[in-house]
């Protein structure tokens, strides 16, 4: 079956403006991530979305950064008035079930939306 | 908060031979997970090996095998029978037991010399 996609793949943007990155999940993924990577470093964690529940937004770095989902489906995440500090891949993740449990559900990775703020 | 730290940042191993990719973690929780993730020029994160903190045994999956010293917080990747398809970025994560977020290392960059 497909995996996750993300759309655009490559992205360039002028600072102060608005960036919409979109995650379609794996059909029947309950889990949903979103992460930044930075160049040369590790992930960041940004959100984290369950099914209904309240998404765990305590990795957004700053109140221009949200994020959507609407139950299983697509999530979304803006960035408004982009600075030159966003400029990052941007990785979704999603995966079958509960994260914050003693079970692991694997992680199944998108290929990333590379964003450039100029 | 915890910390994952990896002070290679780049390795190299030669075709065939093994290769050994450290890392080190910080963390207050007895119980938790522990991964090595790839992540080529695709840039797609491909799990590689999970290790729980439980489990005195370490993991192994094919040529892939871990040295997990959990009282010394160290969580090394052994590279057996090097393939000119291992070459890549590899990230140590953490994850605790009932966590939602997963805590990255800064990545080693490894290459493959046929």
């Known amino acids: 079956g497909a995996g996750v996609s993300q759309s655009p793949s490559n992205k360039v943007t002028e600072k102060g403006k608005d960036v919409e990155l979109r995650c379609d999940p794996i059909s029947g993924h309950t889990a949903l991530y979103w992460y930044r990577q930075r160049l040369g470093q590790g992930l960041e964690f940004l959100i984290y979305?369950?099914?209904?529940?309240?998404?765990?937004k305590s990795g957004l770095p700053s109140d221009r950064f949200s994020a959507e989902r609407t139950g299983e489906s697509v999530s979304t995440l803006t960035i408004q008035r982009t600075q030159q500090e966003d400029s990052a891949v941007y990785l979704c993740a999603s995966s079958t079930g509960l994260a914050g449990t003693t079970t692991y559900y694997e992680q199944y990775f998108g290929p990333g939306t590379r964003l450039t703020v100029t | 908060a915890q910390t994952v730290t990896q002070s290679q940042p780049e390795m190299s191993v030669q075709e065939a031979e093994t290769v050994t990719l450290s890392c080190t973690y910080d963390t207050s929780e007895s119980d938790y997970y522990l991964f090595w993730y790839k992540q080529p020029p695709s840039r797609q994160m491909i799990l590689v090996i999970r290790?729980?903190?439980?489990?005195?045994q370490n993991a192994t999956e094919n040529r892939f095998s871990v040295n997990f010293q959990k009282a010394a917080k160290s969580f090394s990747l052994k590279i057996s029978d090097s393939q000119l398809g291992d070459a890549a970025m590899y990230f140590c994560a953490y994850r605790a037991f009932t966590g939602n977020q997963f805590y990255f290392g800064t990545g080693t960059s490894l290459t493959v010399i046929p």
């Open positions: 290790q729980e903190a439980y489990k005195q």
């Open positions: 979305f369950q099914g209904n529940s309240a998404p765990d």
